[in-house]
């Protein structure tokens, strides 16, 4: 069974390729695995190639990079298994955000799409009268996208239950950030503040004017103190919420690039060791082209060869497809997403990618459809000071690419989103707060 599905899978890549080959060479080269970057040949057609000796020449030319510092740099281009262009290919570089599409990656593999993570809310008392005797207990599952909404839609919910006031104390315990505060003191004030909206400050308001029209406003009064309990007390349950799927929650923390969603999603696997090892598994590549050492990508020991991060990418379009997703699903993709990182970028229509940027590093990987090489992987990795003009020559070397192999008539279905053109996530909705209270 596993030959037959190696066999069409390669046998497939070869086609959209124009490549002849054997099954049976096809089934030597995947030596018994579906490898989601394999690579059978290298491309006959000098397009790739040419495309970025003419980008590398630019940059020395406009003295973006040294002569002698071209090795900074990294690029790997593929289309199915065919190698279109390698310089530096398989050398691990800063790579900035593109850590986000190993967390990506580990994530949607440890967990369905669809999961979400479920934040207990609960009292050490009774209700009376509309008053908590007793302490309100928010006991965190590790949800990184507890925001503003999220808090606001609770108090409506406690409101429901009957709750105008807390007596006790606001108790914070488990893996509970809010706003992408993980602090658990600070996340408590920002928790306090939403549930009373006679307290609430510029941010809550604008937050809540952007908020469903009739949303109420909660008025839960919390009298006591917000203090860290490092194990749940007993407590009767009231509400479990429930966050985003955890597609939606990878998407946005890639339009963004969210670094406090990446540290949460990696810790929650296991940390960057676990991310890096499974990553690279998954990916078919060397451990040694994934070096980690957190899930965001922050500080440059965080290193990726351009081939791995392809091999990432595609893997993961591998992975969704399990859930009827695909890669456009949890990256931006320009001509369908307006926001985040795609602002003032120039890319082909159809580009899905995830960019990473530090003060001295550069990088862009991701997928642009053509009409003549199908889907083709890119990766482009630039260390140097001029970000910003390393940004327009990423742009224009995508551009040049795409103008040579041709502009697709339509975008492919194999990387067009399933949501609607620039839709947000439905933050702030009451129905993922789960009553328990009376249950």
Sequence with gaps: ??????????????????????????????????????????????????????????LIKSKLVAQNLAESQGIW???????????????????????KIATSLVALKTWRAEHQFETLIGTTGTVVNGVLQGDLVIAGGGDPMFVWEEAIALGNTLNKLGIKQVKGN???????????????????????QALNHKTWTRPANYIYSIMPKGTPKPEVVITGTIKFAPQPPQQTLLVRHKSLPLHQIIKEMNVY?????????????GGAGVVQTTAAYLARVPESEIQLINGSGLGTEN????????????????QASVHELNLADLFPVSGFDHRGTLNRRHMPVGTVMKTGTLNNVSALAGVVPTRDRGLVWFAILNRGPYVSNYRIEQDKLLQSLVKELDVVAAIPTAITPHSPTNSLPELGATSRNEILFGG
């Excluded at 281009?77 to 850590?99: D, E, F």
């Excluded at 509970?176 to 408590?188: E, K, T």
């Excluded at 690039?257 to 696997?269: D, F, K, P, R, T």
């Design 77 to 99: 281009l593929q289309s199915g298994p065919i190698l279109m262009a390698n310089y530096q290919g398989t050398t691990p570089l800063p790579a900035a955000s593109l850590t």
């Design 170 to 192: 606001l108790l914070i315990t488990g893996n509970f950030a809010m706003n992408f505060q993980r602090h658990p003191l600070l996340a408590g004030q920002m928790v306090k």
């Design 257 to 269: 690039s969210n670094n406090e969603i990446a540290q949460m999603l990696a810790e929650s696997v």
């Design 303 to 318: 290193r990726i060869s351009p081939r791995a991060a392809c091999a990432m990418l595609m893997a993961l379009q591998q």
């Design 1 to 58: 069974m596993l030959e037959l599905l190696s066999s069409g899978l390669v046998s497939l890549w070869l086609e959209m390729a124009g490549v002849e080959i054997k099954p049976s060479d096809a089934l030597e080269a995947l030596a018994g695995q579906v490898n989601p970057g394999l690579v059978l040949a290298s491309d006959p057609n000098p397009t790739g190639v040419n495309t970025v000796q003419k980008y590398l020449q630019e």
